[in-house]
Nanobody, 122 residues
């Protein structure tokens, strides 16, 4: 049973917007933090954003600051990533993660979703 399920990916033109969702279930629902990472073919997994659920503190990778917003709905056990002004270099598979802390290193996260594809055309 998948415990983190992403949705909302797709094809969008540069400058457009998408909203990704990550539904958590099982033990992932009690994780203290939720995060998003991006992976493009041939590249390492890149930190995008994270949120500490109890405080609502948010953290962003340098490449998305000012354009992306992470949020979490505790009642729905769902995290969101609002992506505005998308750029072609933002294409890739966006994976949701859950863990004990909002960390920029992928190894610090306990649970991962399978990802949703985002393609930004120029």
């Amino acid at each position: 049973q998948r415990q983190l399920v992403e949705s909302g990916g797709g094809l969008v033109q540069a400058g457009g917007s998408l909203r990704l969702s990550c539904a958590a279930s099982g033990p992932t629902s009690s994780s203290a933090a939720m995060g998003w990472f991006r992976q493009a073919p041939g590249k390492e997994r890149e930190f995008v954003a994270a949120i500490r659920k109890s405080l609502g503190s948010t953290y962003y990778g340098d490449s998305v600051k000012g354009r992306f917003t992470i949020s979490n709905d505790n009642a729905k056990n769902t995290a969101y990533l609002q992506m505005n002004n998308l750029k072609p270099e933002g294409s890739g598979t966006y994976c949701c993660a859950a863990g004990p802390m909002a960390a920029i290193h992928a190894a610090s996260w306990d649970y991962w979703g399978q990802g949703t594809q985002v393609t930004v055309s120029s």
